[in-house]
């Protein structure tokens, strides 16, 4: 890997002086000889870091780092979540439901297909709770009659043109 110097307008010539920091002398350590010389120099080693991811992200030497950073991260995250509205409002378009005769979004239910009453239940009940319960099994047989269970679509009536339409629950 080929290490180079960073361009004038990235560095900050009185801190590589205050330092005593030579870029030729950084990039020919090899990476033990710099683990050492970063723990030994951790001011001119956070220097020298910086002054590379300056470079890189295009950040001049006179703008704070961590705020340019700060900035790049809000603004990274600002395209994220427009990506994300962005995907879901095309997944709530594929999920809308579409009048197959007008092409309309605009439905209103219409029922439910529920059950209401059901007698076989009924007389089960008051028959199966009767013999354990007594007179009690009756009233709760004729209960669970009312127990109906729900159908498995619903219809819906388009607003635009009328159509009657069946959908799954």
């Known amino acids: 890997m080929e290490k180079k ?4 307008e990235y560095r900050n ?22 683990g050492k010389w970063a723990f030994k120099n951790p001011e001119a080693n956070k220097y020298a870091l910086d002054t590379l991811k300056r470079e890189r992200l295009d950040i001049k030497s006179d703008v704070d780092l961590n705020e340019a950073l700060s900035e790049i991260k809000e603004k990274k995250q600002n395209e994220r979540e427009a ?4 995907r879901e409002s095309k997944l709530q378009e594929q999920k809308q439901i579409t009048c197959k005769n007008c092409g309309g979004h605009d439905f209103q239910l219409a ?59």
């Open 5 to 8: 110097i960073p361009s004038i």
């Open 13 to 34: 010539m009185d801190v590589e002086e205050r330092l005593n920091f030579d870029w030729d002398e950084y990039n020919a350590m090899s990476i033990w000889e710099s």
């Open 83 to 86: 990506k994300q509205k962005e």
């Open 111 to 169: 029922g439910d297909n529920s059950k209401k009453f059901s007698f076989g239940k009924s007389v089960a009940g008051s028959v199966s709770l009767g013999v354990i319960t007594g007179g009690l099994g009756f009233i709760a047989g004729g209960a669970a009659g009312f127990a109906g269970k729900k159908g498995k679509k619903n219809t819906l009536v388009c607003l635009n043109c009328g159509k009657t339409l069946e959908v799954k629950k």
